[in-house]
């Protein structure tokens, strides 16, 4: 492999440059067939009637060579390896998450060991798991793995403060360091809260979340790949998902609707007159479909890898978690998984302005980035370059962020 792919495919990594981007438009030009007709005219200019056989055998020969490179490229060991350990990573990592989420490992047991070695010997395997992890998605090319370590990144880095009570530092490589003394000292209760399962936006329901979806998206066994062999049964060719497009646009205008005036427009009596009544079998049915498509958007998103939609599904699903009381007063329930569910009796008996206005505020958050989660699936805006320390993409290619590697 000559120098020069291989330096592209290194570019590929997370060194914070403009590889990624570069990568996807190359990958794309292959498959149009673009990308071979330019190299076709390049070669091809200055030919004649004059060439002789042997030139033409040459550039033919240079051009079939280069893109048979460019539609089978080779890695290098560094990352072959990386690739290898990431898929371990995850697997050990999730293992070591699902121990602090154990009810056990927060009680003493009969053989005199306290509840407190438990945890302070869980979070050791959590850091140790979750550091491997961090460090091999740095080199690996399996992006639609290394999509959702960047997620649990910025996961990690939203509890900093929670952690950091907890004995656990953040380092500027976006790797964990563990006080085991400071821990030691540490409420047992709080480290539990802190890994939560009845809590879907605790640290570690997040962190539970993204190792499951990392975990299951299909890669082949061969790990001399790059991310076009490592997508989900749901992802197209582009690396979008047309289902979770649909229902994110449908979402969007739903939650639209649900804010709009029109909607809750009072009926009018047979003289044209307005009266005080809504028309609830309306406003049910705006509210049945939007709970529907919020849904259908969250169980075809969430295995997404595309940054984008991820955050994104974040926003919402925070908000929607602030929002729940208010939301279960109109009959809209939200269960541990961040689904809903509408009670339609309890619904219709709301306050209709009072249902109107929340959703002036919320509807109108939701659409927002609804809107933003149909743009990354149907455009593939999965061109991140570099991960900074806190998990945070590197869109732009700007090299501030070199040095996280």
Do not use: C, W
């Not at 590889?19 to 190299?39: M, P, R, W």
């Not at 280069?66 to 490229?73: A, D, F, H, S």
């Not at 079998?281 to 295995?303: H, L, P």
Request: net charge neutral; no cysteine; aromatic share 8%.
């Amino acid at each position: 492999m000559s120098q020069g792919n291989s330096q592209f495919f290194q570019s590929f990594s997370f060194s914070g440059g403009s590889g990624t981007q570069n990568y996807l438009s190359d990958y794309a030009s292959i498959k149009n067939g673009s990308y071979g007709k330019l190299l076709r005219a390049y070669y091809g200019k200055g030919n004649s009637s004059t060439t002789e056989a042997s030139g033409t055998k040459k550039r033919t020969n240079t051009l079939d060579k280069i893109l048979e490179e460019k539609k089978n490229p080779k890695i290098s060991k560094q990352a072959q390896e990386a690739n290898t350990n990431l898929t371990a990573g995850l697997s050990n990592l999730k293992s070591s998450v699902s121990a602090l989420q154990n009810d056990k490992t927060f009680t003493d047991t009969a053989n005199g060991q306290s509840a407190s070695e438990k945890v302070v010997s869980a979070m050791k395997n959590y850091v140790a798991d979750y550091n491997s992890v961090v460090t091999a998605a740095k080199r690996s090319t399996l992006t639609s793995k290394t999509a959702y370590v960047a997620n649990m990144m910025q996961s990690t880095s939203a509890n900093r403060d929670q952690l950091a009570e907890l004995g656990i530092s953040i380092n500027a490589n976006g790797t964990l360091q563990l006080n085991e003394n400071k821990l030691k000292e540490a409420d047992v209760s709080k480290v539990q809260e802190l890994f939560s399962t009845d809590d879907i936006m605790s640290y570690g329901s997040k962190i539970s979340s993204r190792l499951h979806f990392a975990n299951t998206t299909v890669s082949t066994n061969n790990t001399n790949k790059t991310d076009s062999t490592d997508k989900t049964d749901s992802t197209d060719d582009t690396g979008t998902n047309n289902t979770t497009g649909s229902s994110a646009a449908a979402l969007k205008a739903d939650s639209q609707t649900m804010a709009s005036d029109q909607l809750y427009e009072r009926v009018k009596d047979a003289d044209g007159n307005e009266t005080d009544k809504y028309d609830i079998d309306k406003i049910f049915a705006a509210a049945k479909s939007f709970v529907g498509n919020y849904n259908r958007m969250f169980n075809t998103a969430e295995s997404s890898a595309n940054s984008g939609v991820l955050a994104n599904l974040s926003q919402i699903k925070s908000n929607t978690a602030k929002n729940a009381a208010a939301l279960k007063q109109f009959g809209i329930h939200v269960d541990v998984k961040g689904r809903m569910q509408i009670d339609e009796d309890t619904f219709k008996k709301s306050d209709m302005s009072q249902v109107q206005k929340f959703f002036k505020n919320y509807g109108s958050s939701v659409a927002t980035h609804a809107s933003l989660v149909d743009f990354y699936m149907t455009t593939n805006a999965n061109a991140a370059t570099g991960y900074t320390p806190a998990g945070a993409y590197n869109v732009q290619g700007s090299s501030r962020y070199a040095d996280f590697i």
